[in-house]
């Protein structure tokens, strides 16, 4: 089963409007996570890193004001895009590390989430 | 400079054929590597580690070249559904678990 959740899978919204985009680990504790983008044939990139209890800290380029992430508990990141605007659709992923498993640390993935602004 | 560069794809290849993805990195703090797949429109999925000794699962071999900063992959007798994309990743550990990833080879095969 999942040891990343990430929540809604898919979200249409409407231009200027917000959307809140929930990472869960869910029997672990993540006291960092990231959110990554990734546009249609490219790559995954480095948003930011989602510090429990802590400010985010974004990659160059990326506008915090824009993308606020909170990371309120050590099970529970959380992404939203404020204002959205069409250029913000893209594939948005989490990912948590989980440490102490037999290969030693071990990254796990959120199911991603499509986000459409029309 | 990206971090971590890949072939640029696509690849196309019939079944049964052997393919090779090769991958560079730039960041001499990337302190473990992993080849993932990625499927169209879902989450990238580890498909293997990478050592320095090398690592064979089956048809799918890795290697680590640390000197060179070179990172393979070899895929035996291709099977239709190995066609995904696959990225070549480094991870920064004492950054948290920082992903740098490549920006994916694509792999179609056709029957």
């Known amino acids: 089963g999942a040891v990343v959740s990430q929540h809604p899978s898919r979200v249409i919204c409407k231009s200027g409007t917000s959307v809140k985009i929930e990472c869960r680990s869910l029997d672990f504790q993540a006291t960092t996570m990231f959110w990554y983008r990734q546009f249609p044939k490219k790559s995954l990139m480095l948003m930011a890193t989602s510090n429990e209890g802590s400010k985010a800290t974004y990659e160059q380029g990326v506008e915090k004001d824009k993308f606020l992430i909170n990371h309120a508990s050590l099970t529970l990141s959380t992404l939203t895009v404020t204002s959205a605007h069409p250029e913000d659709s893209s594939f948005y992923i989490c990912?948590?590390?989980?440490?102490?498993?037999?290969?030693?640390?071990?990254?796990?993935f959120g199911e991603g989430s499509w986000l459409t602004v029309v | 400079r990206k971090e971590v560069e890949q072939d640029p794809g696509p690849f196309n290849v019939p079944e049964g054929a052997t393919v090779a993805f090769n991958c560079t990195y730039s960041?001499?703090?990337?302190?473990?590597f992993f080849w993932y797949r990625q499927d169209c429109r879902k989450e990238p999925k580890l498909l293997m580690s990478?050592?320095?000794s090398g690592n064979e699962d089956g048809r799918f071999t890795a290697q680590l070249n640390r000197a060179s900063q070179y990172i393979s992959l070899l895929i035996r007798d291709s099977k239709l559904s190995d066609s995904a994309t696959y990225l070549c990743?480094?991870?920064?550990?004492?950054?948290?678990?920082?992903?740098?990833f490549g920006q994916g080879t694509e792999l179609s095969v056709k029957p």
């Open positions: 990478v050592y320095s």
């Open positions: 990743v480094a991870i920064i550990y004492n950054q948290g678990g920082k992903l740098i």
């Open positions: 960041n001499s703090a990337s302190q473990s």
């Open positions: 990912s948590a590390s989980r440490v102490g498993t037999p290969s030693g640390n071990t990254i796990y």
